[in-house]
């Protein structure tokens, strides 16, 4: 008889299940989703009741026919998707293309991949919930119908680039962006002064130790600051008081899925993409529970296992049973917090996902460990000479508890000054030994920008999104140019700084502190500022931070059974499709403009706002006699905070410095930053230094530096071979091969045999690549790694089915003719060959007529 044929997501975890599962059962894989909603307007029928309509895609008809021929010979086919809403509609689907009874066929969730919980899994099977399905159903309907009828609003009234779309989620992420973003450019620090004083006493050995004490609240100012240091000359200091409190810290509870990303870019640098791919991985290997989740519950058998561990390792008394509660009341993505699978492993193999795991055992374990107990001695300080008082406080840890393990990260805008140390034995009446008193000068600071993972914790606090979308919300909004996720240089500003001697005088100093530098953060680029504030003035109810969790509860309603799907669609989509109607008739177009001023050479007016190709500086108008000019901005500056001064220097490139060697140099800007230009060589100049700043002897440094790195390194076939480092790495360069050098070969010293090795299997590969190439047509059909495809300037396009609905056999490729090959690229690239005509300006343009979107014809 055929074996039980089980159908899981991923190849990975199909072959770990298997081994468990033994010879009985067949574990294949589905390779995530098998159907999709149909593009365009045949994906939703609206008339008729929102009703989806799924196809296959392309990609995945394969797959999709391996799977039907193996339910064929099987026995019984058992469905084991992930266990969240994601998970059960890809159960669903699977059971419509394979033609199962979804009321019959056996459904298994599992929130970990091990021998127990599998086995347990199989003894206790159920159906597929269709309330689940309809959860993950209203989902995807609803943000289809909002990012296909909202995205052709931007392309007819923002318009500058064909990719703009409108997302549920992703649309309010960019809003909490971009709201960050004018936080702080309005931001205006306030200056204060921090009075600290310095004091030495003996320790329990009787060493002389520093200590430090706090003055008065802050001082508004330098005069106020020198003041009360003046009032201190000749002070005598005296301990007045002394309290002796205990203090006690317990621990975090363990990972959800956005704790893991907050704490895995705190202490890992990890993205928020990368930590849900690692853990996925320790997922499918059997070393993790289910990734995706918003529980912070512990099984018994877990709590069990932690408790026998943590009394093995550190003794009883650092074991300390807990029971978290979760903060989201509607968690219902998943049953368990993160944490190992057996908690007797310790660890795990490979780099980064030794590092994640070892974070999530540690995390876990700490959650059923002891208060770390301190000790806390506040000792206030008379000033002789003046009314203030001092502070000093220290801190002794009295007994480390779960700090044993593991202590959590903290954000920027949770940093504060702590400096807290351990005091030495004080006693009131004591008369302190003063050395220093440092009154410094601090500013206030805005909010931090958001990282990847604090935004996804902003995120979750106001209730948008689930576990499950966090990372792809993140990703779209980068891919959409939206946001960037970037570095940001700081600018130095002077700090006034006062010190009193235990000499009674006081002098200044001044220091200078870089501020505003930031690492990894989320900025709004331009387009997504433009985009944004379109979407918040003409669809407030879709950008609302309250609209948009609410839509979240009702998703969780649909899965409880307490609402019905398509109802909840048609509640939100009757005023939502008015709306889109009205905008397209009325609103007037946006441009993103602000002007600067006037530029004193021309007295024409100065703009700054996005054009076709990004942000752009403009000097004059379009309606006057005499053509605007225009300058692309600089990577990091930005339409919202670019003054005038630095709006006219965008202007003074290109400038010419002469000739070097017999070509003449020049400093020029283009797309991907400033250059010098050499002859008809094109060097970029280095971020840290300012174009306006190059002169010709830095240029020639430029330019040597240059021919320094493109001397050839070796030849191979006489042919010189240089190196150098681009986007993806190191490379090797000959003739017009660009050749990757793997981590194997030592890039810095390579051999000639490593080169010809190198450049002899580049040659080989790209001998395989054409099968035919048509190059003063830019027509290509190629060998990819999925497979032959077109390609057609820089598109990559699939080759389709023969006339006959055959697949074409590499024969056919190697005789297909020019003219087959450009009717197949038509179906892909409507007017693909017609002749491009040159645009007349007109006088006027009729506005064009609102079109229905998403409706089925």
């Not at 309250?546 to 979240?552: G, I, P, Q, S």
Request: glycine share 6%; charged share 30%; proline share 4%.
């Amino acid at each position: 008889m055929a074996k039980n044929l089980l159908i899981v997501e991923s190849p990975a975890k199909a072959k770990t299940i298997e081994k468990i599962l033994g010879k009985d059962f067949e574990v294949v894989s589905s390779y995530g989703h098998i159907r999709d909603l149909a593009k365009g307007d045949n994906g939703i029928d609206i008339e008729n009741k929102f009703t989806p309509s799924y196809i296959v895609p392309d990609e995945k008809t394969k797959v999709v026919s391996q799977l039907k021929q193996q339910a064929k010979k099987a026995s019984e086919v058992w469905l084991a998707s992930d266990e969240d809403r994601e998970g059960e509609s890809i159960s669903w689907h699977l059971a419509e293309v394979l033609g199962l009874d979804p009321a019959t066929t056996k459904r298994i969730v599992f929130h970990e991949i091990t021998k127990p919980a599998i086995e347990r899994a199989v003894k206790n099977p159920r159906t597929i919930d269709m309330n689940l399905v309809n959860a993950q159903q209203a989902r995807r309907v609803l943000d289809r119908l909002v990012g296909f009828e909202l995205s052709p609003v931007l392309w007819r009234k923002v318009g500058m680039q064909r990719s703009l779309s409108a997302g549920r989620v992703q649309s309010v992420a960019v809003r909490l962006i971009a709201e960050r973003e004018r936080e702080i450019n309005a931001f205006e620090p306030v200056s204060s002064f921090k009075v600290d004083a310095f004091f030495e006493a003996e320790d329990m050995n009787k060493r002389l130790v520093s200590f430090k004490a706090e003055g008065p609240s802050k001082l508004s100012n330098l005069k106020t600051a020198e003041q009360f240091l003046e009032s201190c000359k000749n002070a005598i200091y005296e301990i007045n008081d002394i309290q002796i409190k205990p203090a006690k810290r317990t621990p975090s509870a363990p990972f959800t899925t956005s704790t893991l990303q907050q704490e895995a870019s705190r202490k890992l640098g990890f993205g928020v993409s990368k930590t849900m791919m690692i853990a996925q991985k320790l997922y499918e290997n059997g070393f993790i529970t289910y990734m995706r989740t918003d529980s912070v519950n512990l099984s018994q058998s877990a709590l069990q296992d932690i408790h026998h561990e943590v009394e093995n390792a550190y003794g009883k008394n650092y074991y300390q049973p807990r029971k978290f509660k979760n903060k989201n009341e509607s968690a219902q993505e998943a049953h368990e917090a993160i944490r190992p699978t057996y908690i007797t492993n310790h660890t795990v193999e490979g780099y980064d996902e030794k590092r994640l795991y070892e974070l999530i055992w540690k995390r876990t374990i700490a959650s059923q460990m002891s208060d770390a107990e301190f000790e806390k001695t506040i000792a206030k300080i008379d000033i002789s000479t003046n009314k203030e008082q001092l502070t000093a406080s220290g801190e002794v840890m009295k007994f480390d508890g779960f700090l044993k393990v593991y202590l959590e990260g903290k954000d920027e805008d949770e940093d504060e000054d702590n400096n807290e140390g351990i005091l030495p034995p004080l006693k009131v009446g004591e008369q302190l030994d003063f050395k220093t008193m440092i009154a410094s000068e601090r500013f206030t600071r805005p909010a931090a920008r958001y990282t990847e993972a604090s935004l996804v914790k902003k995120l979750e606090e106001l209730g948008i999104g689930r576990p499950s979308t966090y990372a792809p919300t993140i990703s779209t909004i980068v891919k959409r140019n939206y946001v960037e996720k970037r570095d940001k240089e700081g600018t130095p500003r002077t700090l006034q700084i006062l010190h009193l001697s235990n000499k009674n005088i006081i002098h200044q100093e001044k220091k200078i502190e870089n501020t505003g530098a930031e690492k990894n953060k989320l900025f709004p680029t331009d387009l997504g500022l433009v985009v944004n504030d379109f979407l918040t003035l003409h669809f407030d109810n879709v950008m609302d931070y309250n609209f948009t969790a609410r839509v979240e509860e009702e998703f969780d309603e649909i899965a409880d059974g307490k609402l019905v799907w398509n109802k909840m669609i048609h509640d939100f989509y009757g005023p939502f499709h008015e709306n889109i109607e009205q905008t397209l008739e009325n609103a007037e177009r946006a441009k993103g403009e602000r002007e600067l001023g006037i530029d004193p050479e021309s007295n024409k007016k100065v703009f700054a706002r996005m054009g076709r190709y990004g942000a752009m500086v403009q000097i004059g108008e379009a309606e006057a006699e005499e053509k605007p000019r225009f300058a692309s901005l600089h990577k990091n500056q930005s339409i919202e905070t670019i003054t005038l001064e630095e709006a006219l220097d965008l202007f003074k490139l290109p400038f010419s410095l002469g000739e070097y060697k017999d070509a003449e140099v020049s400093v020029g800007i283009g797309r991907f930053g400033p250059y010098v230009k050499w002859g008809e060589t094109f060097i970029s100049i280095p971020r840290s230094t300012d174009p306006f700043s190059v002169d010709m002897d830095k240029a020639i440094e430029i330019i040597e530096e240059k021919i320094a790195a493109d001397a050839p390194v070796a030849f191979y076939q006489e042919k010189p071979v240089t190196k150098g480092k681009g986007r993806f790495g190191p490379y090797i360069k000959w003739e017009d091969l660009f050749i990757n050098v793997p981590k194997a070969y030592n890039f810095d010293n390579l051999s000639q045999k490593d080169i010809d090795e190198l450049v002899s299997k580049k040659i080989e590969k790209e001998a395989n690549r054409y099968i035919q190439q048509w190059e003063s047509e830019k027509i290509a059909i190629e060998n990819g790694r999925w497979g032959p495809f077109i390609r057609f300037g820089k598109l990559m396009l699939k080759l389709g089915k023969r006339a006959d609905g055959e697949k074409f056999t590499d024969e056919d490729l190697k005789t297909i003719s020019l003219e087959e090959v450009k009717k197949i690229i038509e179906t892909q690239v409507p007017k693909a060959f017609e002749k491009k005509t040159k645009t007349v300006k007109k006088a006027a343009t009729k506005k064009a007529p609102a079109k229905k979107t998403a409706k089925k014809k």
